[in-house]
């Protein structure tokens, strides 16, 4: 019979909450940074300039099909000898993360914005609109509308992939983990704990995703014109 | 009467496919012309190169006598911008509406007057205002299209249209994609605008609209103008056989005698 014993774990509960702040912290700066990004690559890969096209569908490709330790062991390791930067374990976890799931935004950008019906680029146009002024004022906000649901996914995804950080000694809630596991000898108190915590995390992160959707859908209407 | 657009020689291909082979027009200050003809014949083309939504493949559009593009080594070339600005100066409405979802109507008819015509946020609602109640629909302003009916949608869509203070209006089949009774609403509302001297181009299958507003009706058939004149002339005694039997599938809508 295993002795569940879970005051070990919440004597040293700090240093799990330092760990979750730290994930929260690179999970945030990924999506303040990768969203923009994404939308960039999204216009680059839609634009009519074949070269600027092609040169973001490669980058998004290419961040999207390689694995994101890859990625990471790549900035952290390969970049600086490449050029002369100092690397530590927190640049290199935002950088990663934010261009990685940028190339996830970027297809979910580009998505959303081809759902939208041509007529409404007919409708923009024919009023005297630009390109760039139909985008902003017509298309993006109607494509950003429907791109809710699979962009909390992808951040989602994006706080589960940030676990991967432990690996390069970024203190975040994994590392704090395995930390907490070595010191008091109860990985499985550990391990249940931090299980829970994620679990919380992502649960009132998509219910709040849930709310946030129901009240686009009450306020505007749905996107048939 | 004075000349708003003039057509010389209107040519659009797509691909091998020619719709269009040598249109010549000229449409003077209120004047409103039905244009018709079966399905595939080339008249959305002809409407969409008038407001370049579609780039002519050759020939030439004036507006108020003014060339549009520049001629470069016998091809014309136009500038992105300079075709915005022109497009303020025609408006178009769709048979679908095109209307914008995420807006309230009058945001709709705001829209390009602030971003395109950099118009106050004060003037463009007063002009909207005002539009809306042109095409009666001031009580409907703060409401989203998607609670509009079809009828309802289309005049808004052509007060948006309006609210640009546009020389001359296009109308692509508006009444097209409606129930049958809505079309008449949307007819009144055209009709409105024909008498007080709104010079339109107007493609629609309703022969009456055509036979009691229009000042001139054309018929176009294989990329161009087969028959053309008043449309007590044209409806009633066409010349061509073409033209005879397009009015014959057409006998649903009946002429008044
Ligand atoms: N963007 C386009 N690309 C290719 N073919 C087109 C396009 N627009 C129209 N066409 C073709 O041009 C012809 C005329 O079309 P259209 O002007 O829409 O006719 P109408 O409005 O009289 O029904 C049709 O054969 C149509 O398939
Ligand atoms: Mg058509």
Redesign the interface.
């Known amino acids: 019979m295993v002795e569940w014993d879970f005051l070990a774990v919440f004597a040293d509960f700090d240093l799990l909450m330092t760990g979750l702040l730290n994930t929260l912290k690179v999970t945030g700066l990924a999506l303040l940074f990768g969203v923009p990004l994404g939308l960039a690559f999204a216009l680059m890969r839609l634009s009519t300039n074949r070269p600027l096209s092609m040169i973001a569908a490669f980058i998004i490709e290419f961040f999207r099909t390689t694995p994101p330790l890859v990625q990471l062991f790549w900035f952290f390791f390969a970049l600086p000898i490449l050029i002369d930067v100092r690397m530590t374990p927190f640049i290199a976890a935002v950088v990663t993360f934010s261009i990685q799931s940028s190339a996830f935004f970027a297809e979910i950008f580009r998505g959303g914005i081809q759902s939208i019906d041509k ?2 680029w ?10 760039s ?1 139909s985008m902003k ?2 298309i993006l ?2 494509a950003v ?1 429907r791109m809710i649901p699979a962009f909390m996914e992808r951040s989602i995804e994006l706080l589960k992939t940030t676990t991967l950080v432990s690996t390069v000694a970024y203190a975040d809630l994994m590392f704090q983990a395995n930390d907490l596991a070595q010191k008091t000898f109860r990985p499985l108190e550990v391990y249940t704990v931090v299980a829970v915590m994620y679990f919380v995390l992502i649960f009132v992160f998509s219910q709040l995703s849930i709310a946030v959707e129901r009240r686009l859908a009450r306020s ?6 | 009467m004075s000349e708003i657009v003039r057509i010389e020689n209107l040519h659009k291909s797509f691909d091998k496919l020619d719709v269009l082979k040598g249109i010549d027009l000229s449409v003077s200050a209120g004047e409103t012309i039905v244009l018709l003809g079966s399905s595939g014949s080339g008249k959305s083309t002809m409407l969409r190169c008038v ?1 370049f ?1 579609e780039v002519p493949s050759d020939g030439r559009i004036y507006l108020h006598g003014d060339l549009i593009g520049s001629e470069q080594n016998g091809r014309m070339n136009y500038r ?2 300079e075709l ?5 100066r025609i ?2 409405v ?1 048979q ?7 807006m309230t109507v009058e945001q709709n008819v705001m ?2 007057q602030l ?3 950099k118009r106050s946020q004060t003037e463009a609602r007063d002009k909207a205002r005002a539009q809306l109640e042109r095409v009666g629909l001031a009580d409907k302003a703060l409401e ?4 509009l009916s079809g009828g309802q ?1 289309q005049r808004v ?1 052509i007060a ?2 309006l609210a ?1 203070d546009p020389d001359v209006m296009l109308f692509d089949e508006v009444t097209s994609a409606l129930d049958p009774e809505l079309v008449g609403e949307v007819l009144k509302t055209m009709r409105q605008l024909a008498e007080e001297g709104m010079t339109m181009l107007v493609v629609t299958h309703e022969l009456g609209f055509a036979y009691h507003v229009a000042n001139r009706v054309l018929f176009l058939s294989d990329g161009a103008i087969l028959e053309q004149g008043e449309p007590q002339q044209v409806l009633k005694a066409p010349k061509t056989k073409r033209m005879r039997e397009f009015l014959d599938g057409h006998s649903l809508f009946k002429l008044p005698d």
């Open positions: 007529g409404q007919e409708g923009a146009k024919a009023i005297g609109m630009s390109y002024q004022r017509i906000p109607q509308k505007g209407e749905s996107t048939v014109h | 407001n939504m992105e911008s915005c600005t022109l497009r303020t408006g178009m769709f679908h509406f095109n209307l914008f979802p995420h829209e390009g971003t395109v015509l989203y299209p998607a609670r949608k869509a948006r249209a640009m």
